[in-house]
């Protein structure tokens, strides 16, 4: 997809140094496994939320939580992959349309309108935060937000996907993998659909953006300092749409580069511990860049050639069938019938 965008991991390495591939400064982002984890960061500028979208829910519509404000549209940074136009149903024999968002691999109706940036929603959601936010942004993204500024939402989500820095900077970080499906279909029950959106405040409001709907949703007055505090509860409530047992949610929030704070206040532990932190997301980033068919492929007949040498090849391959059919068994004894995962 050298001419579009590619998914990204829901990932702080990842965003982090998409963050400092656009030549924003001094700033990274931190994954949460608790929302209260949000009240031991500070500062938090905003906060990225992945989650799987709900099968019959409607990109566009009335929001189940807050109220759109229309007004805010033009007054911050906010993009809308809203292009006002329909899609026809696949089926050639159809005389029905149908308005529909691409996610991923999969289209999912909406209200009124299509998408004009597809896979783009995580990079989308980080410039929400970044270029509402009183932080150093370097002066590619600097001129970005002033050529665009003065445009509509709807416009600047073109100009967002004919970027071709935002774009290349956005794919670089695309997993290299010759068996990525990359056909699109409607979206069904059974497929998993994930979007990121963006919760930032922003002159004393706290905003939801998301790239699916017409303009910004506001959650109420909400301070700088307070945004934490605020933010969990509508987090919360964002959650509780779902089923109790789902837990397939991501949270990333973007404060100040950590390894900043340890030099200020000369901890050297924590310095060394963000440093490593820095070194691990940078080896993860280039395993990421890198394909492993080839290896695998010689690793594997590397293995097959010794077993043949030893003479214990059929062993070997009747050895592992019988794991195998154990390991079925075992599953279909838990209840999960006949499928098997490796």
């Given at each position: 997809?050298?001419?579009?965008?590619?998914?990204?991991?829901?990932?702080?390495?990842?965003?982090?140094?998409?963050?400092?591939?656009?030549?924003?400064?001094?700033?990274?982002?931190?994954?949460?496994?608790?929302?209260?984890?949000?009240?031991?960061?500070?500062?938090?500028?905003?906060?990225?939320?992945?989650?799987?979208?709900?099968?019959?829910?409607?990109?566009?519509?009335?929001?189940?939580?807050?109220?759109?404000?229309?007004?805010?549209?033009?007054?911050?940074?906010?993009?809308?992959?809203?292009?006002?136009?329909?899609?026809?149903?696949?089926?050639?024999?159809?005389?029905?349309?149908?308005?529909?968002?691409?996610?991923?691999?999969?289209?999912?109706?909406?209200?009124?309108?299509?998408?004009?940036?597809?896979?783009?929603?995580?990079?989308?959601?980080?410039?929400?935060?970044?270029?509402?936010?009183?932080?150093?942004?370097?002066?590619?993204?600097?001129?970005?937000?002033?050529?665009?500024?003065?445009?509509?939402?709807?416009?600047?989500?073109?100009?967002?996907?004919?970027?071709?820095?935002?774009?290349?900077?956005?794919?670089?970080?695309?997993?290299?993998?010759?068996?990525?499906?990359?056909?699109?279909?409607?979206?069904?029950?059974?497929?998993?659909?994930?979007?990121?959106?963006?919760?930032?405040?922003?002159?004393?409001?706290?905003?939801?953006?998301?790239?699916?709907?017409?303009?910004?949703?506001?959650?109420?007055?909400?301070?700088?300092?307070?945004?934490?505090?605020?933010?969990?509860?509508?987090?919360?409530?964002?959650?509780?749409?779902?089923?109790?047992?789902?837990?397939?949610?991501?949270?990333?929030?973007?404060?100040?580069?950590?390894?900043?704070?340890?030099?200020?206040?000369?901890?050297?532990?924590?310095?060394?511990?963000?440093?490593?932190?820095?070194?691990?997301?940078?080896?993860?980033?280039?395993?990421?860049?890198?394909?492993?068919?080839?290896?695998?492929?010689?690793?594997t007949k590397g293995v097959v050639k010794a077993k043949l040498n030893e003479g214990t090849y059929e062993k070997w391959v009747d050895d592992a069938k019988t794991k195998t059919q154990t390991r079925i068994?075992?599953?279909?004894?838990?209840?999960?019938?006949?499928?098997?995962?490796?």
């Amino acid at each position: 997809m050298a001419s579009g965008w590619s998914t990204i991991e829901s990932d702080a390495g990842v965003f982090t140094y998409v963050l400092d591939g656009l030549g924003a400064k001094d700033l990274q982002f931190e994954e949460l496994f608790s929302l209260d984890l949000l009240q031991d960061i500070s500062p938090v500028y905003g906060v990225i939320f992945l989650f799987k979208y709900l099968s019959g829910e409607k990109a566009g519509g009335e929001p189940l939580d807050g109220a759109f404000d229309h007004d805010a549209a033009e007054n911050l940074f906010f993009v809308s992959s809203y292009q006002g136009k329909s899609v026809q149903e696949e089926n050639p024999h159809s005389l029905h349309y149908f308005d529909y968002i691409l996610l991923g691999q999969y289209y999912v109706i909406m209200d009124q309108a299509q998408q004009t940036i597809q896979n783009a929603c995580g990079t989308q959601a980080l410039l929400s935060i970044v270029l509402n936010s009183d932080v150093s942004i370097g002066a590619p993204l600097q001129d970005f937000k002033e050529f665009t500024s003065a445009f509509p939402s709807e416009l600047r989500g073109e100009c967002l996907s004919n970027s071709e820095l935002i774009r290349s900077v956005h794919n670089s970080f695309a997993r290299a993998s010759p068996f990525v499906d990359e056909t699109t279909r409607l979206a069904t029950d059974d497929d998993d659909v994930y979007h990121f959106i963006a919760y930032v405040p922003i002159n004393g409001i706290l905003y939801e953006l998301d790239g699916l709907n017409p303009a910004p949703i506001s959650h109420g007055a909400c301070s700088f300092r307070d945004f934490p505090e605020k933010v969990i509860p509508v987090l919360e409530r964002r959650i509780s749409r779902y089923p109790p047992e789902e837990i397939r949610f991501n949270l990333l929030a973007m404060t100040r580069d950590l390894r900043i704070h340890a030099r200020e206040i000369g901890d050297m532990e924590m310095l060394r511990q963000e440093q490593r932190k820095r070194t691990e997301w940078q080896w993860e980033n280039a395993l990421r860049r890198h394909n492993f068919v080839g290896f695998i492929g010689e690793l594997t007949k590397g293995v097959v050639k010794a077993k043949l040498n030893e003479g214990t090849y059929e062993k070997w391959v009747d050895d592992a069938k019988t794991k195998t059919q154990t390991r079925i068994q075992e599953r279909k004894k838990r209840g999960h019938g006949d499928e098997f995962e490796g």
